[in-house]
């Protein structure tokens, strides 16, 4: 079974805080994701990676940024948290020329 | 832009009856694919439809794809408390194997 686990369940971080959201597949897929969910609006794609060291930015990367280093690992990094970044955070990850997509359990992050 | 609409936006029903929830694009998509997410979970894909007219089914859940592959449909028969989630419907997207997503369908089953 693909495993994909993400570093916390629950985080609740200060307007300004630096915030790291790590997120890690056991079954060697190329392609990783990170999206924000909120109620009503989906999944909305902030980040994608296809191989160690590539980004592509997806529909709302605006003060977000991300890395990889090693193939199994995806992090996603809030420079300086706002309020308005409170949301679930999913991570997923797939093979490379596979559409289909394996998900973590989500960080719901609160900002205050 | 492609778009996948989904209708209802919420159901609730009693356990027993029987529900139809759709996915609907002026798009044409090679493929769809249906995802349960459960509360306080992560999306986990039910089903990926790829051939116009196809229909799949997957225990008490029919999933079907139109013949212009612009939509898809999901029936569950005798619903369960189980069946409780949020349903996303999600296809390919244009480029480097992202998924354009559905807002999604929230279904509630009452015991």
């Known amino acids: 079974d693909v495993k994909v686990t993400q570093s916390s369940r629950y985080l609740v971080k200060r307007t300004g805080e630096k915030v790291f959201l790590e997120c890690v597949q056991d079954?060697?897929?190329?392609?990783m994701f990170w999206y924000r969910q909120d109620p009503g609006l989906g999944l909305r794609l902030i980040y994608f990676?296809?191989?160690?060291?590539?980004?592509e930015k997806g529909d709302i990367p605006e003060g977000y940024s991300v890395s990889r280093e090693k193939k199994e690992r995806f992090s996603l990094i809030l420079e300086s948290a706002s309020t308005n970044q409170t949301s679930m955070y999913l991570c997923?990850?797939?093979?490379?020329?596979?559409?289909?997509?394996?998900f973590g359990p989500g960080t719901r992050l609160t900002v205050t | 832009t492609q778009l996948l609409e989904q209708s209802p936006q919420f159901l609730s029903i009693q356990e027993g009856e029987n529900l139809t929830v759709y996915c609907n694009s002026s798009?044409?998509?090679?493929?769809l694919q249906w995802y349960r997410q459960e509360p306080g979970e992560g999306p986990v894909l039910l089903v990926t439809?790829?051939?116009g007219g196809e229909v799949k089914k997957l225990k008490r859940l029919t999933f079907q794809f139109g013949d212009a592959r612009k939509d898809s449909s999901l029936h569950i028969t005798a619903a369960q408390p189980g069946d409780t989630g949020l349903y996303l419907c999600?296809?390919?997207?244009?480029?480097?194997?992202?998924?354009?997503w559905g807002a999604g369908t929230k279904l509630i089953i009452k015991p």
């Open positions: 997923a990850s797939s093979r490379a020329t596979s559409y289909e997509q394996y």
């Open positions: 079954m060697d897929h190329e392609n």
């Open positions: 990676s296809y191989d160690v060291k590539m980004k």
């Open positions: 798009s044409v998509f090679s493929s």
């Open positions: 439809v790829v051939t």
């Open positions: 999600a296809g390919e997207g244009a480029s480097n194997y992202q998924l354009i």
